[in-house]
Structures are given as C-alpha cells and as structure tokens.
C-alpha cells in the first residue's frame, strides 16, 4: 500500500521569526537571526565563535503547569509549534486521541539546559545539592523529551519515534513521519524537532575548528555558505513542525493542502562519522528521486544544507552537479539563522513551503563572492519571483547520515 | 511543628508551587487538582526540605498512597513521629 501524504499545517520557531508573515518578510528583507553569543557564565569566554542564530523575542507559551512540569526550554519550542499545527489544521479531538495520529519529532540531545543543571551537582560536595536532581529532569533532558511532551499535552495516542541524529533530526522526523503514512501505519503525524539555545554544541564545533570566528564584531554577515569568504556554521536555535496526512483523508475533511511530500531518502556513509562525503551524498540525492518516481529536470529548487565550513559545502556542490547539473535554483537557508542543529531540516522544508507558495525564492544570504569550487551550481543570489513546483531539501548530519526530502507545492 | 502550621506550609506549597486552587483538605489529589505521581516526588523533596531531614526509602514508598491533603499531614506527622523516635 503506498499513499499521497500531503502536509496541511505547518510552524515554525526561528531567528527570522515566529510564523509566516514573519518570517517571509526577513527572507524578503534579507533579515540575518544571528546576534551576538549570549553569556553562560560557563563556556561563553572560552568559545572562540561569538555569534548564535537565536531566538530572542517573547513567545506567549500560554502552558499549564500540568504540562510544563516534564518540559525544559527544548519541550516549550516543540510543543508551541505542535499547538499551532493541531489549531491551524483543524483535525477534530477524537481524531487526535484515535491512535491514528502519531508524533515523529526529537532534538539532538533533550535539553542540555537542564542536562547542565544535573552535571552541576556532579562536582558539589553538598549532599543537599545532589538531592536537588529533581524528578522530572530525566523527562526534561531524555532524547524524546519533546515528542512525549507534545502526546502528552495533546492526548496523542498514536506512534512515537524520535530520531536524534545530529543535523538530520527533524529531516529524519518527517521523512519517517511521511514513511508512517505513505505505508499506512498512520493517518496523520506531527513530525519536526527543536533545540534550545546551547553554548556546550557551540564549544563542540568550535574545537572541530568548524565555527565561524571572523566575523564575531558583525554577526549579520555570517554564515557564509558557497562564499569564498566563509569561516565556517554558525550554531542557532528553533523548532518547527509539519502535520503530514493521508491525501484522502485531507481531502475528505475538506483540509488546506499546503504541499506534498513526494520523496525521502536516508543513507549512511558508512565510514568518517564526520568528514561529508560524496558519494553518499550523491546517492542520497538520487534515491530521493527514485522514492518520488521523478527525474532530476523535475526540481526547481534545491534547499542545501550549506552550512558554511570550508569542505562541506564544496562536496554539496560537488553531488548537486552530478546529480542535477545547473539546472535548479540552490540557496542556503541557514546564511539566514545559522544551523539550527536538529531543527533545521524541518525549518528549511517550512520555508522552501512558504517561498513556494508565495512563488519566490531568496537568496543565499552573504554570498557576495561565490567559491569557485561552488559555482557550478545556479545559485540565488538575489529575491527571485519565480514558481517552484518540486523542491528538495537536503541535509547531512554527523555521523555520516544523509537525508532528501521531496516536496510538491499545494496545487492538485 | 503542629498540624495547623504543617497545613498552613503544605497548603502554601500546593498552591505557589502546584498551582492548586482553592485546595480543600478532603479533595482528591489526583481527580481535584491533576497531582500525578511526579508531583508526589517532588512534593516529598519539598517536605523534606521543610522538615530539614531526609525521609528513607520505606518511608517514600508509603506516600505513594496518599489521595487527600489530610492524607499528607497524617503522613507528616507519622514520619515527624518517628524521626523524634
């Protein structure tokens, strides 16, 4: 049994903004989200990237302490966007308590907020301070803390899965979500991922000398991805979620088909757990399309993860060229917000809708001088009126895994 | 410390901590105000907290039958009762 599973809602959290209006109109302004790096009190001094994609207006979360009791700042991200799907895709209570509804969602580790508090108590002399771990904290800090937290403030009884594969969470999140429904496990999925703000993953990439440290005075003006001035990912914060659904059962209910996912693949390069690597890459590509039963000349558009380090984007370039040529449109959404970790995936798909819809593309932001290595391809380099049918959206992740998604606009 | 004041203190966490409202000693945790196991886990920190000693695991696994405020102060003062001892 293979079925259409179509997208019907969507949100998102970002540096950019909260919502469509929002965040359209920072892509449309070229709006950078990334601002200075905020003081930890712990690893800020030592880090030598200054810069952060982050989050720094209000949300108005609106949680019940019944709730937010098992929720750190990572579960307030996942479960805001979740609320937003469920109100704007208009799916009924019975349905969302029915077990055909599940949750495909996670983030690259818990909360590392409260992870930290738990450490803290690690190197206290104070048996007070050890008794202080609370119970709720392994709920707050566990890999699933956001999926669970989302069933359990909305009564979702259906499937869980939380994949937490580094940079390809959320990626992973909707192409199993799609894979749940195509297959007919599921009606429905709320599928995404979330990270908080964290200096530990900043120090981590830092080490790797894989941050973005010249541009510390003018955050704006980093990540540069495909620029022969980049420096390397900046690290950001978000969440974002889809509700994918059965075509039919869309249709029936008379739902706003946003979009369609078409195709997904998932691979490994079975080797380096963190060197990119083209041949994995360039497979992941191709099995994408072989999922959607399309050619390469199908794509309009191509959403890459560009994260701005020196080689990584050099052998995107490189598998994009094999695979398709110059013939889509390729941007860098994260020149916009930094590399939202297990976000970004889902984040990236939500703005590859939009721009969709509103039949624009934006450009890579701060790609003034394009890398040689990188200028095959047929780069964004301005606001661009342009209709997108099929666009793909590609992410790589630590590890060595590899994801496409393939999405189709919302027209029949 | 008296019943009175270990009502006055339990009553004051349930409602700023909890978020209970309008708690009444006979009310059903569970059912009245959504006090679930996590909050029995955490209420006992509190207790401990308040009682300045550390209440053993026998004692812990006892409270997991409580259903009512009264049911806490009765729990309070057997323990209280029993540190003395």
């Known amino acids: ?412 | 410390m008296t019943r009175d004041e270990l009502q006055k203190n339990i009553v004051t966490i349930l409602v700023d901590e909890f978020e209970f409202e309008n708690p009444g000693l006979t009310d059903n945790l569970r059912d009245d105000h959504g006090f679930d196991s996590i909050d029995a886990i955490e209420l006992l920190a509190k207790i401990e907290e308040m009682l300045g000693f550390q209440i053993s695991r026998k004692e812990k696994e006892k409270a997991m039958s409580i259903r009512t405020i009264n049911d806490i102060l009765d729990y309070i003062e057997t323990i209280q009762a029993a540190h003395k001892g």
């Open chain 1, 1 to 412: 049994m293979k079925r259409r599973v179509v997208i019907t809602a969507c949100s998102a959290i970002t540096p950019i903004g909260y919502g469509k209006n929002d965040i359209i109109e920072s892509l449309r302004q070229g709006r950078s989200g990334v601002k200075p790096l905020r003081d930890d009190g712990l690893l800020t001094e030592r880090i030598h990237s200054k810069v952060f994609g982050t989050v720094d207006y209000d949300i108005d979360y609106g949680f019940a302490r019944k709730d937010t009791k098992t929720m750190g700042p990572v579960a307030y991200y996942a479960c805001q966007v979740a609320k937003d799907v469920l109100a704007d895709s208009g799916l009924d209570q019975d349905f969302i308590t029915s077990g055909r509804l599940g949750v495909s969602f996670s983030s690259t580790h818990g909360s590392p907020t409260v992870q930290r508090n738990i450490y803290k108590t690690f190197f206290s002399k104070d048996k007070a301070e050890f008794s202080s771990i609370g119970a709720v904290d392994y709920l707050k800090s566990m890999v699933h803390t956001t999926a669970v937290n989302i069933t359990r403030m909305f009564g979702i009884t259906g499937r869980v899965v939380a994949s937490s594969t580094a940079c390809t969470t959320s990626s992973q999140s909707i192409g199993f979500g799609y894979e749940m429904v195509k297959f007919g496990m599921q009606d429905a999925m709320i599928c995404g991922g979330a990270d908080e703000y964290d200096t530990t993953t900043v120090a981590v990439f830092d080490n790797l000398l894989a941050c973005s440290v010249d541009y510390n005075d003018t955050p704006q003006c980093t990540p540069r991805p495909f620029d022969v001035n980049r420096d390397g990912l900046v690290v950001g914060e978000g969440g974002a979620a889809v509700l994918l659904e059965e075509y039919e059962h869309a249709k029936a209910r008379g739902a706003t088909i946003l979009g369609e996912v078409i195709g997904f693949s998932c691979n490994n390069n079975g080797g380096d757990l963190i060197l990119p690597n083209l041949d994995g890459i360039t497979t992941t590509l191709r099995l994408a399309l072989d999922d959607a039963e399309i050619k390469a000349e199908d794509v309009d558009f191509i959403s890459a993860h560009a994260t701005a380090t020196k080689m990584g984007d050099v052998i995107e370039s490189q598998a994009i060229d094999a695979v398709y040529g110059n013939g889509p449109w390729v941007a860098g959404l994260k020149s916009y917000m930094g590399h939202t970790m297990g976000t970004c995936g889902a984040i990236e798909l939500i703005l590859s809708l939009y721009m969709m819809e509103q039949g624009f593309l934006a450009p890579t932001l701060n790609l003034e001088t394009v890398d040689e290595r990188c200028a095959m391809l047929r780069h964004v380099r301005e606001v661009t009126e342009t209709e997108t049918r099929i666009a793909a959206i590609q992410n790589f992740a630590f590890g060595g895994v590899n994801t496409c998604l393939l999405i189709a606009d919302g027209r029949p």
